[in-house]
């Protein structure tokens, strides 16, 4: 009687182990099942007027990404008279970088809009090494990461033409003012080259020759996503 016991009691237990390694295996394949991504994420970088929203139209279309640009996240704010918007015209119409909670909040909230997302081109963001810290921490929680920064390389003279041109027909207040583009370019030099050196360390910069024609800059970013990236 005795050993009939005991042998019902050591079946109890075998048949818990087996149930709980079942139940413990099935959570680890569901949360990392969970966690598995193909999303495939770019930062679009370079100073003001170095193509960045340009290139934007035609990657996006390429290659089905979510475009995330604060600039234009911003300007709509400005357009639809928020409380958000009011706040960075100030910023905007002298230059400067608007605060990082303040776009670094627009991001979160764009991220979390778009959860069937294949991917995200984040153009005129990261700013600051601020923002690129968030916005690794923002990707890394849903287990993915940025793949690659493509920086475009355009001389100084270049980005105040191109901007002083656009200003003729853009209606964009920081744009027709030569003294404001500078401010901009200065901005970017002292808070926004650092973002690239950010990413060095992670060996995720690309250089890219950012001036002759749109086609032309256009084909070698392509050149160089198409390297990275995985069918
Ligand atoms: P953005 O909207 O990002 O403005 P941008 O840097 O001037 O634009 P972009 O670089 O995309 O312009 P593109 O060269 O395509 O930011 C505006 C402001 O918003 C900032 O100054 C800041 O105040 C604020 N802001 C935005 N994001 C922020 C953030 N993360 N943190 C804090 N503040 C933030 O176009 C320029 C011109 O060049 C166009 O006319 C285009 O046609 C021309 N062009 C493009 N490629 C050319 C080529 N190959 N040859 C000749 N012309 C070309």
Avoid: W
């Amino acid at each position: 009687m005795y050993s009939q016991r005991l042998e019902v009691g050591r079946l109890v237990q075998d048949v818990r182990k087996i149930v709980n390694r079942f139940y413990y295996s099935s959570i680890i394949f569901v949360d990392s099942s969970r966690f598995v991504t193909k999303m495939f994420n770019l930062i679009l970088f370079g100073p003001p007027g170095s193509g960045k929203g340009t290139q934007s139209e035609r990657l996006i279309e390429k290659y089905g990404l979510i475009h995330l640009s604060t600039g234009n996240l911003l300007r709509e704010e400005i357009i639809n008279q928020t409380q958000l918007g009011l706040e960075a015209k100030s910023y905007m119409e002298k230059g400067q970088l608007v605060p990082d909670e303040v776009v670094i909040g627009m991001i979160r909230s764009a991220l979390r809009s778009n959860p069937e997302a294949k991917g995200f081109l984040f153009d005129g963001f990261p700013r600051t090494v601020a923002q690129s810290e968030a916005l690794d921490g923002l990707l890394g929680e849903n287990n993915t990461e940025i793949s690659a920064v493509l920086a475009l390389d355009v001389t100084e003279e270049q980005l105040v033409e191109r901007l002083l041109n656009r200003g003729k027909t853009s209606g964009r207040s920081d744009d027709t003012n030569e003294s404001i583009i500078r401010a901009r370019i200065t901005e970017y030099e002292n808070k926004t080259a650092a973002v690239a050196k950010y990413y060095e360390a992670f060996d995720k910069v690309v250089r890219i020759q950012g001036e002759g024609s749109i086609d032309r800059i256009f084909d070698s970013l392509c050149k160089e996503i198409d390297l990275r990236k995985v069918a």
